[in-house]
């Protein structure tokens, strides 16, 4: 009996220690594999792996199964980089346009393509972008050289030496007062930053109405208080490049690209979009229904907006492209003139013209507002809508609808945008149907040069009604993007 217990007790030590055995070879196994698969894995692969199936021989990229942590989880088949500081000069806020889209340029989420950039009459520096890997963006930057004469104010202003940080210097300077923002404190503010322009500026009719409109837009927190480096974004867009205030005062009121936002001295907007100019070799009914699309939106910019006129000077082949859905937008918006409708000529169905206005007309119009002084600008300014709009017309039917041969100044010496150069292109309405080809033509030398007060108006109608009837054969979005 004894020697039984005895037994069993021995018994059971055996077992403790066989299973005390078993859990040590099984945890050093596992240690094992575990230090051996590390070292595998932090072994150089080679960068492709020959396989052998039915006498082929396959390579297989090695590294597209490798999980790589410095990349962000979208991918490119393009060459895109991560936007740095050298180009969008974040550090230098808020001496910039603004910072909402700063998070997402940090994170990786907007990426540029550097190697194509397009340089615009303006100066400004285009490239092609991503969000998310999926939405087209079009990157709009600045020189260097824009910001020069504005830098060395701010470090002056700020008491401190040229070169000093201006994004220290902008916060002890006037540019984080309040009292700062009148519209005629902007105008001579731009006049002293741009000495040498003897040309209109988007500034010219500008309202203390307007500049607290505009202002508002920049409170970006949306607290109902302008911060001080709100301040000075607002004050840093209009000085440099008023574009930004316009794009978020006027998208989706008009058509132009929508407005993502900024980060620095970039600014980023709807991309994906052609030049108008690649359109002039399609077929009529599609030029047709663009040349229609085009009237309208000079018709939107003096109607759309409540509170204001919309005045281009100027009008080019450059400052439309079209969308991947056949929509065309106004692209450039450096020369705007906003105008405020309380303050201004009223237009009537006739257009609101009393008499025939043509180059000589359209120039002395232009030269009174260049020199007015400020107790004059309200007054001038009021006429400006009955003669911007015509000079619109003009220019657009001269320029991108039938680029006349015989080419006539509406400008004179008033106008910066004379520097463009011409694109080597036809009109936009060339080779009309034969039935149409002479009513067509005789309406747009009537819009370029009219012979009776309001005919260019009258003539803007006629050829609408035309364009608006040849382009109802071609069904909306049928049409693709030339290659």
Known sequence: MANQRWFRLLLRIY????????????????????????????????????????????????????????????????????????????????????????????????????????????????????????????????????????????????????????????LKSVLAKPDTFSASALLKSYKSF??????????????????????????????????????????????????????????????????????????????????????????WEVRAELGSQILQIIDDFQHAHSDMFLILPELTYEHFAVTHDNRVLVVDLSDLLLVDKPHSSALDDEGGFEEVCNEDCMTRHLAKLLAAEEK????????????????????????????????????????KGRGRSRPPVKGLLHDPPENESDKIGELLEDCIHESTAGGRWQAIQALDDILILQSENESKGFFCFPT
């Open 194 to 283: 741009h000495p040498y322009s003897k040309s209109l500026s988007s500034h010219s009719c500008m309202t203390d109405r307007q500049a607290q409109t505009l202002l508002q837009l920049f409170d970006e927190n949306h607290n109902g208080k302008m911060e001080a480096n709100e301040l000075i974004n607002f004050y840093t867009a209009l000085m440099i490049i008023p574009e930004k205030a316009y794009l978020k005062l006027l998208s989706g009121v008009v058509a132009i690209p929508s407005y993502l936002g900024s980060c620095g001295r970039l600014l980023f907007t709807e991309g994906g979009l052609q030049p108008l100019s690649n359109y002039v070799d399609e077929k």
């Open 376 to 415: 004059e600008v309200e007054k001038v300014c009021a006429d400006v809508p009955r003669h911007g709009v015509q000079l619109m017309y003009a220019t657009l039917c001269q320029e991108v609808l039938l680029v006349s041969e015989t080419r006539r100044d509406f400008f004179g010496n008033s106008f």
């Open 15 to 170: 077992y403790k220690r066989l299973l005390l055995l078993a859990m040590f070879v099984t945890l050093a196994v596992v240690l094992f594999r575990q230090i051996h698969y590390s070292k595998l894995l932090t072994a150089e692969e080679p960068m492709y792996k020959a396989l052998q199936e039915d006498d082929r021989i396959i390579e297989i990229d090695m590294a597209l199964n490798k999980p790589d942590v410095h990349k962000h989880k979208y991918r490119s088949n393009h060459r895109l980089d991560k936007i740095t500081d050298s180009v969008s000069f974040f550090s230098k806020c808020p001496v910039c346009f603004g910072e909402e889209l700063c998070s997402d340029v940090r994170e990786g989420f907007l990426t540029i393509e550097l190697t194509h950039p397009i340089s615009t009459p303006n100066g400004e520096i285009l490239y092609r972008g991503k969000k998310h890997e999926s939405q087209d963006v079009t990157v709009k930057a600045f020189p260097p050289s824009a910001f020069e004469e504005f830098e060395k104010f701010i470090c002056q202003n700020a008491s401190m030496n040229v070169g000093c940080d201006v994004a220290v210097a902008a």
